[in-house]
């Protein structure tokens, strides 16, 4: 539209104080670039440069300290028959796939429960979201650890139940389901999400549908759902990609090894070991371009597919 | 016209933060001549190590004495466990910010030293005093011509056992000189007697420097001059499948165990009552297990050959990176020569290279017990191994990963074997 207006004004320079809305224009480029800058400059120097500098390591030899080696693809060859990073793939894709719907669901289910219109509801958002303040960080592995040891109090509490877990920790069949339960327990931020969406789902739909007899079951899966899709996209979408980087928590509770018996050897983890334990950049970058290449494809098929279940408002097919 | 504040604010943003840069570098001009670091206040040097609790408390009383010694260096310490500290070194040397002085072990250093990441002590004037030093142990701490590490002990291996458990089993405690046939008997006698609790042993053969100790029993060697593997599959596997019995009735540790306790030991754990490993884990042993003694003999036998060798416990090194070389060093000599210090740590680094702290060490209790021991075994050593090729902390590492596997009943032993093989030569290659 400024654009429009500019030009006629220009052609006519002789007119009286004339406002140059060119260099207006620039200078707001400018400092936009400029409030841009601090963002921009970390991005291409601790970002897109690394990424790119590892591209070039993914088809080489290289150890960290000598040159890097130009071998083509035999990086990417060694990967698919190497039973470590088999083993790397299979453990992060069920964590993916099971995980990722488990903590949905349940950061929904908190979502419907608090989306009631109870009392106290400020107190207990914020209290079902304070795991997911403190769950990346070091020290709750280190007490998730602690909680499934033998003798813990899962252990004990389970006990007591007549179950006879025993360690979760030094089980390689409990680990997962472990790390699921410490995913899940996280959901503080898509269920945030969730509580938003529902609260954009209008009274109307549901008034109505109670007048026609509708259970509450029924309404969940007629209106909240298909209302809601948009937003059960959304989380999908970001906690599959977050499902896929998975390290911290495994790093801290298998001590940086992926055990036992690599049951806890997450793609990220298993790429650090190469990486940083035994030095091998090359085959580290090649397993990261990998990773980065099928989270691509993932997300593309999900946008491609989500065509078929998810429901803009406003949208008439 | 509107966003004039705006720039303002910036520009005075901008300025605050020169202004800041230029205070941060008030204290730089000392660092850049380098000849009057003493005269700009204290130098301060990052120092790590990997160690037991044990470890760090004699560690803080040693720095004490330093910097009550050197008023005008401060020492920031830093420690892991071994593992993690291998990983974090590799990650500093491709940034070049290795810390100032490192704890070494015999099986990175050239690793390091290969690719430039370590200081030649040579080139430090007045630097590390090494005349205290064995001249048998100082080539450990040679590459290519260069000094890049200071022995500061030896260590050899032991069989330790912790009396009060064999007691409590109702065994005899394991003989000296015994073959490995009948040391895993005992095993399995004193694991049936635990019921469950308490343990002969733990699953030693996925410990690398044991493989290699029965090797050399057996005359042969791991590695030949060229650092490339010298055996065949088939000795590792004879290795491994030499404790299945024990592993399939259940007469050695379970794996979940040891992953829990991790990073303790079985024996610190007392979770079993004998352990084999390097003679400086006696101070370690004591402290974790809490155990009022515990004793030690050489470890079982082949045919009467015990196979045993001395090595360096472990190596001080510089990083190549360093902006206060003579201050490193004369913290490395400190730690190498003085006294004190070697009366602090005792032989829990390994009996002390130099004369100064050899002399030191008390001749009573855990150390006398040590010290001891390698007079014990001193007649009849085998040659010490020669410095390590780079990645043969690969080795150690794959072996006791797999042996794990093998515990947990995830791998077979012929399929352990066919791995660490491909990841041995695969690292040996680098």
Known sequence: MSTLQAQPLRAEASAPAPVDYRRARRAETRSG???????????????????????????????????????????????????????????????????????????????????SGRKAQGFYRSAFYAPSLIGASVSIAIVWKALFSDGGIVDLGMTGMGF????????????????????????????????????????????AAS????????????????????????????????????????????????????????????????????????????????LAVVIGLITWVMFRTSKGWVHYSGETK | MKNRPLLAAAAALCAV???????????????????????????????????????ADRMTKAIAEFEAAHPDIKIKPNFTDYEGYWQKRATEAAGGGLPDVMQFDFSYLRQYADRGALLDLKEVEDGVDL??????????????????????GTNALAMYYNPDLVTQLGVEPPKEGLTWDEYNAWIKEASAKGGGNVWGAGDYTGV???????????????????????????????????????????????????TQISPMSAMGAKLTATEMSWDNFLAGYLKDSGAAKIEMLAPPTTDGEKGLFVKPSMLYAIGANTEHPEAAAEFVDFMTNDPEVGEIFGTSRGVPASKAQRDAVAAEGPDAQVLEYEKAIAEDLDESP???????????????????????????????????FTEAEAALEQ
């Open chain 2, 131 to 152: 005349s205290g030093i064995d001249d048998s142990l100082l080539p450990a701490g040679e590459i290519d011509g260069g000094t890049y590490g200071v022995p500061i």
């Open chain 2, 17 to 55: 933060s020169f202004g800041l840069t230029a205070c941060g570098g008030g204290d730089d001009p000392a660092n850049a001549s380098g000849e009057d670091k003493a005269a700009a206040g204290p130098v301060t040097l990052n120092y790590t190590w990997w160690g037991s609790q044990d470890r």
């Open chain 2, 386 to 420: 020669a410095p390590l090729p780079a990645g043969f902390g690969t080795l150690e590492k794959e072996l006791l990963r797999l042996s794990e596997e093998i515990n947990y009943g995830r791998m077979s032993v012929d399929q352990a074997v066919e791995e660490w």
């Open chain 2, 208 to 258: 690398l420097w044991l493989f290699d100790m029965k090797l050399r029993q057996e005359g042969k060697k791991l590695l030949d001059e060229d650092g490339k593997l010298a055996i065949e599959k088939s000795d590792l596997k004879e290795w491994l499948a030499s404790t299945d019995e024990l592993r399939q009735s259940g007469a050695i540790v379970p794996a979940d165990r040891i």
């Open chain 1, 33 to 115: 670039y400029f409030f841009l800058a601090p963002w921009l400059i970390g991005f291409l120097l601790l970002t897109a440069g690394p990424m790119l500098a590892s591209l070039y390591l993914a088809f080489t030899d290289y150890n960290l300290f000598r040159d890097p080696k130009w071998i083509g693809l035999e990086n990417f060859e060694k990967l698919f028959n190497d039973s470590r990073y088999l083993q790397s793939v299979k453990v992060t894709l069920i964590y993916v796939l099971v995980g990722t719907p488990v903590k949905l669901a349940a950061a929904l289910a908190v979502a419907l429960l608090l989306n």
């Open chain 1, 164 to 207: 006879q877990p025993g360690g979760w920790v030094g089980d390689p069949d409990k680990t997962m389901p472990m790390m699921i339960l410490l995913a899940t327990w996280q959901f503080g931020a898509p269920m945030v999400i969730f509580l938003a969406g529902l609260k954009q789902v209008p009274r109307e739909l549901y008034e």
């Open chain 1, 211 to 290: 007048v026609d007899g509708a259970g509450a079951l029924r309404r969940f899966w007629s209106i909240t759902v298909p209302m809601l899709s948009p937003v059960i996209f959304f989380n999908l979408l970001l906690e599959t990609i977050n499902a896929f980087q998975v390290f911290a928590s495994a790093f801290i509770i298998s001590g940086g090894a992926g055990g036992p018996a690599g049951s806890t050897l997450f793609y990220t983890l298993y790429l650090y070991i190469r990486g940083f334990g035994d030095a091998r950049m090359g085959y580290a970058s090649a397993m990261a371009w990998v």
